[in-house]
């Protein structure tokens, strides 16, 4: 293929839902991977006057370095950082009600999504298209199901009061509201949160922002 097949291709096949894509980007990792030797030149095409478009293919070492890169990729398990777990890891700075709010709507969107992506993999059965073409769609949305699970059961333990510790969380954003300042509160935890300050206070290393 010459370039613009290959980003055509992509977009027809909607690469972009399971791969980060920069198609600005894609003349320029051609011509990396044939400085490196894992593509090259075939042939040069003229259609009428439009500029000459310069078809490559694939080299062995092209081939191997596939190979290589594909079945690290299917071997190996990678931390992914998503934006969920960071939003999840500092979730303490807002109040748990409003938390729970908010994952609320992201369950909505959510929902939205799985019968978005369920509609495509139906539409694609119904064509024919057999499921090992549409097997990273289904992964998608078995995680987008384990995702609305978890932030589900999140949301009832935050409300109900079944999250240990949302009492402290409560209680350390009352205090904030009262004009207390952070560094007051994890200086002494145990004078401003009682009993429920004294895991704060067995933290060596906590530093409140």
Do not use: C
């Not at 980060?20 to 400085?35: E, H, I, T």
């Not at 799985?114 to 073409?133: H, W």
């Amino acid at each position: 293929m010459h370039p613009y097949e290959i980003s055509t291709t992509l977009r027809t096949r909607g690469k972009e839902k399971s791969i980060r894509l920069n198609y600005g980007s894609l003349y320029a990792v051609v011509d990396s991977l044939q400085k490196h030797g894992l593509i090259e030149t075939k042939e040069t095409l003229r259609d009428g006057r439009r500029p000459e478009r310069t078809v490559y293919a694939i080299t062995p070492a092209g081939y191997a370095e596939f190979e290589d890169w594909l079945s690290e990729l299917l071997a190996v398990p990678t931390r992914e950082f998503t934006s969920l777990e960071a939003a999840l890891s500092l979730m303490g700075g807002l109040r748990p009600g409003e938390v729970a709010r908010l994952l609320e709507e992201r369950v909505g969107r959510l929902t939205i999504e799985l019968r978005s992506d369920g509609t495509t993999i139906d539409v694609a059965r119904e064509q024919g298209v057999p499921d090992m073409f549409l097997v990273e769609g289904l992964l998608r949305i078995a995680m987008l199901e384990a995702e609305m699970r978890f932030v589900e059961q999140l949301v009832h333990d935050i409300r109900s009061g079944d999250l240990p510790g949302v009492t402290t969380w409560a209680t350390l954003h009352d205090l904030l509201a009262e004009g207390h300042t952070a560094e007051e509160i994890f200086a002494d935890p145990i004078r401003y949160l009682g009993e429920e300050g004294r895991v704060l206070a067995d933290l060596p290393t906590i530093t409140p922002n």
